[in-house]
């Protein structure tokens, strides 16, 4: 469905995508993750054909972006991140001319418009105000707005941020049944959950470049079984005295200090936990609480980029 080939955009002297390849297959649920500044809203708004790239290829459904744009642009569906909706309008009024600009019209438009009504739940309030709407309903109608012409790849940019948990279980569910239905999906959030409930695979950026993808097991197969401790403090504390004690076995490459947080990787959190304690207490640090976290995508993206999401 999709297909990127060393996609490369240059700002000037700064270099935002490096060398960016990636397939995915049609009907797949594809998770685009990394830190604030990794270059993923670079590449969507490459694939989107917003701008075209410095270098490299985008073919959507065989459909090269960069010469018939037109043509590449009309298989897709983009929620973006921002509100993208005529507040004064209706729900109903806002998706016929959504509607009317991907070249739907007459009975089918209606049909389709009462069709995605019922998909994103907003039957009773259709002819309300977006204004009057929630965030959670305005995130809805967005999401309708994306699917009226059944696109074939439909690409949700942080579809969840600052809305209230029903609305944002809707959404999931919404997403869920759309790729079971054979739509093709590419979901950027910050939300780790929300990817490994949707994504069959995942794509990790960082600093501009792919720095591993695969399925979920495959990922977490990187970090192997190994569990975070993790531990807030009031002052850091010296690593190399942590390292030095021999009953740890920890290497520098496991340990992540940011700020008064230190994050731990291995295997056995609960065998070590005990001197691990002493070793940082001694290393001049007054612990202010500890927490062992199973392995799970939050572990792998950050042993592999070192950063949070929101870093």
Request: aromatic share 6%; net charge negative.
């Amino acid at each position: 469905m999709l297909e990127v080939r060393n996609l490369t955009k240059r700002f000037k002297a700064f270099e935002a995508v490096k060398e960016v390849s990636f397939t995915i297959e049609k009907g797949e649920s594809y998770g685009l993750l990394g830190p604030n500044g990794a270059g993923k809203t670079t590449t969507i708004q490459m694939i989107s054909g917003l701008f075209p790239p410095t270098s490299g290829t985008i073919e959507v459904g065989g459909i090269d972006m960069v010469g018939k744009p037109k043509r590449a642009q009309g298989l897709l569906g983009i929620v973006p991140q921002e509100i993208a909706l005529y507040q004064s309008m209706s729900a109903r009024e806002n998706l016929i001319f959504w509607g009317k600009m991907y070249g739907l019209n007459g009975n089918h438009l209606q049909k389709r418009v009462n069709e995605v009504l019922g998909i994103i739940g907003l039957e009773d309030c259709a002819r309300e105000k977006v204004e009057t709407f929630s965030g959670g309903m305005k995130r809805r109608v967005n999401i309708g707005a994306a699917i009226l012409h059944n696109p074939d790849l439909l690409i949700m940019d942080e579809p969840t941020v600052g809305i209230d948990p029903q609305s944002r279980t809707h959404i999931l569910e919404t997403v869920k049944r759309l790729n079971s239905e054979g739509m093709t999906i590419i979901y950027t959030s910050h939300y780790m959950e929300e990817v490994e409930y949707l994504c069959e695979k995942i794509g990790i950026m960082d600093h501009g470049q792919f720095i591993t993808s695969g399925t979920i097991t495959e990922l977490r197969e990187t970090i192997g079984d190994r569990s975070r401790i993790v531990m807030k403090f009031t002052q850091k504390p010296e690593l190399e005295r942590v390292i030095e004690n021999p009953a740890l076995a920890i290497r520098k490459e496991d340990l992540l200090l940011k700020d008064s947080e230190l994050t731990i990787f291995h295997k056995d959190p609960q065998v070590v936990l005990s001197e691990l304690i002493q070793s940082v207490t001694a290393a001049g640090a007054e612990i202010t609480s500890v927490e062992i976290v199973e392995p799970n995508l939050e572990s792998v993206f950050l042993h592999l980029t070192g950063r949070s999401l929101r870093d």
